[in-house]
């Protein structure tokens, strides 16, 4: 019998009465509840894993426009943009975020991760992270993978990973979590660090609430999968280098349940509050939201 | 948690819909020559922002989820020769906030499918001609549109059983006594084809559709 992924407490207690590696549970998991074959859950990881690699790439080839035109070639900016901030690679993970990303607004293939509003993470995170080492073997990343899909299971369990249910801590913040762990893990860290991790993660996430202008998943959305890249990259360095959370990360996710069950709910998707009820929002919707509708009378359709 | 492989921007708005489309089109059993379009609620307004038009579009084509030609589906339509009408619908406070109604046509023929995306890609089909119903098109499941005649329940249930086919939910709807019926029946295993057509065979049943489960 695999755990069921109720608490990090539990995932680290099979790990060590059992002796296994940190994303075995997750496999047999998967085996147990879906009734995949070992296989099959390898090959859907390597697939997931292609199609995240060729998100990055498309963004940054083909043109990104939106439908709306929010939208428009951010991630090619980042890239060409002489100016480096913060070093080479810095400026990689946000354009290798974006362009996932926005692939995702402009109805390109993407995989969920955990869901497509938080798409662009996973694949900004993991292609930068084999990029700068890239003595890191594939099946170490496909096994990290495992490891961000056990921390998504738990939070899910404990708290939400959908903003509409969550805000957008939920959402943004469950990928960064996912990516932060799975960096630890292909850097060789232990458990505990990967637990750090999300903790540190989600204490950083904490609170952000869910205000897509005109309910697109495109602004704030676009650029906040890009910041949470980096958050990821942040926790996975502090945790790596043995410095703590101090509240455990079970904790950390019930205060991020916490915070999501008393948002209220114009800071959950509904497109009512924050940055979609900004001035500018509300004309940026009279252009993109189909104005020819009908009213129907209460009841009738 | 990683995964699944969909064209985006949302598994609601888009991934969601293509699936509503192509059941539609199975219960439709071939490729409409026009199809008339209704977004309702929160659809209504977003459903071209979140390219909801297209996925459906694609769906009636029968496209799947991952397919990269979503977002061209409006050109992918001519080749298809299949013509198509969008409306939006507010405040139609009875129905799910996302809700799409699908009328497709090829020369007499026509077929009225409601559906509703649940998120994550899931989806529920309410309603077929009138008729209310409720699957996911998660599983195996057979439409039977039959004359009302008694005893036909047990009679479907019986070959169901004899081809060691488990139900796992069945809703049947009549439109008046004695006249129409529709069943619709999801199973955990599949069919054999000649049960299929010994159902179909029968003078009593007018229509059986069967969909094989549609991947999100
Ligand atoms: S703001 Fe809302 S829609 Fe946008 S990424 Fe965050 S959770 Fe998703």
């Not at chain 1, 293939?109 to 798409?119: E, F, K, L």
């Amino acid at each position: 019998m695999s755990i069921l992924f109720n608490s990090f407490s539990e995932w680290k207690n099979h790990i060590e009465t059992h002796n296994v590696p940190v994303w075995q549970p997750v496999l047999e998991y998967e085996i147990e509840q879906k009734g995949r074959t070992e296989n099959e859950i390898w090959l859907k990881l390597d697939q997931a894993y292609a199609v995240m690699k060729d998100a990055v790439k498309t963004g940054l080839e083909k043109d990104m426009t939106s439908i709306s035109g929010m939208i428009n070639n951010g991630a090619k900016k980042v890239r060409d943009c002489k100016v480096s901030v913060l070093g080479e690679n810095f400026q990689k993970l946000l354009y290798y975020t974006l362009a996932a990303k926005e692939l995702n607004s402009c109805m390109g293939r993407i995989v969920a991760a955990p869901t497509a509003g938080a798409s662009g993470i996973m694949p900004g995170v993991l292609t930068t992270l084999s990029e700068i080492h890239p003595d890191i073997p594939k099946q170490k990343i496909l096994e990290g993978m495992l490891v961000s899909a056990g921390i998504a299971l738990i939070i899910e369990k404990r708290a939400s990973i959908s903003g509409a249910v969550g805000g957008c801590q939920a959402e943004t913040g469950t990928a960064a979590a996912m990516g932060a762990g799975a960096i630890v893990y292909c850097l060789g860290g232990d458990l505990g660090q990967i637990f750090e991790s999300v903790a540190i993660t989600i204490m950083n996430m904490l609170g952000l609430i869910c205000d897509p202008v005109a309910g697109l998943v495109e602004v704030p959305c676009v650029k906040r999968n890009a910041s949470a890249s980096v958050i990821a990259f942040a926790s996975a360095q502090i945790a790596l280098a043995g410095d703590s959370a101090v509240i455990p990360v079970d904790e950390v996710i019930d205060a991020m349940g916490e915070v999501g069950a008393s948002m209220e709910t114009q800071y959950k998707e509904t497109a009512l509050g924050g940055i979609a009820n900004t001035p500018t929002a509300r004309e940026i919707e009279k252009n993109v939201l189909v104005q020819v509708v009908e009213e129907v009378e209460e009841g009738e359709v | 948690m990683i995964g699944p492989v969909m064209i985006g921007p949302s598994s609601s708005h888009t991934g969601g819909v293509v699936r509503i489309g192509k059941v539609a089109r199975m219960i439709f059993g071939e490729q409409p020559e026009s199809a008339s379009i209704t977004f309702y609620n929160s659809f209504a307004r977003t459903y071209e922002g979140h390219g909801s038009d297209r996925a459906i579009i694609a769906g009636l084509l029968g496209m799947n989820t991952d397919d990269e030609r979503i977002k061209q589906a409006f050109d992918e339509t001519q080749k298809a020769g299949m013509l198509y009408s969008m409306k939006a619908v507010m405040n139609a406070s009875a129905l799910h906030p996302n809700a799409i109604r699908v009328l497709m046509q090829k020369g007499e023929k026509k077929t009225e499918v409601l559906g509703i995306s649940r998120g994550g890609g899931l989806i529920s089909i309410l309603e077929i001609d009138g008729f209310a119903c409720n699957f996911s098109a998660q599983s195996k499941t057979m439409i039977i549109t039959a004359h009302d005649v008694k005893g036909s329940i047990a009679f479907i249930t019986n070959i169901l059983a004899s081809d060691d086919c488990n139900i796992a939910t069945m809703t049947v709807n009549r439109s008046g006594k004695n006249d129409i019926a529709k069943l619709v029946i999801e199973m955990d295993s599949g069919l054999k084809p000649i049960s299929l057509e010994y159902l179909k065979s029968l003078n009593w049943v007018i229509d059986v559709v069967y969909l094989e489960n549609v991947e999100i």
